[in-house]
Nanobody, 114 residues
């Protein structure tokens, strides 16, 4: 599975940003998908996930502000981030999981200025 994340950038507090992850080399619909983020010195944490049957889960810190979705036909997973805060600043990683095997994209940097 190859994952290519895009959409990061520098925004201001309260702005919105949309991250996309394109998958290739696999039957996308068979994978649970997720977005993680990581800041320097911290462990990578799950931000949002969407299962093969489209059940979603969110970290408490982003619930109500972020929305994860998937398009199996286009083999993409998207993270819509609204009302961004400086604490959302991190490198965001796309994740695909099947049978407890994880695949990772290269990460995209999101910086939220105050």
């Amino acid at each position: 599975v190859q994952l290519q994340a895009s959409g990061g950038g520098l925004v201001q507090t309260g702005d919105s940003l949309r991250l996309s992850c394109a998958a290739s080399g696999t039957i996308f619909s068979l994978y649970n998908m997720a977005w993680y983020r990581q800041t320097p010195g911290q462990q990578r944490e799950v931000v949002a996930s969407i299962s093969t049957n489209r059940n979603t889960n969110y970290a408490d810190s982003v619930r109500g502000r972020f929305t994860i979705s998937r398009d199996n036909a286009k083999k993409t997973v998207t993270l819509q981030m609204n009302s961004l805060k400086p604490e959302d600043t991190a490198v965001y990683y796309c994740n695909a999981e099947k049978l407890n095997i994880d695949y990772w994209g290269q990460g995209t940097l999101v910086t939220v200025s105050s």
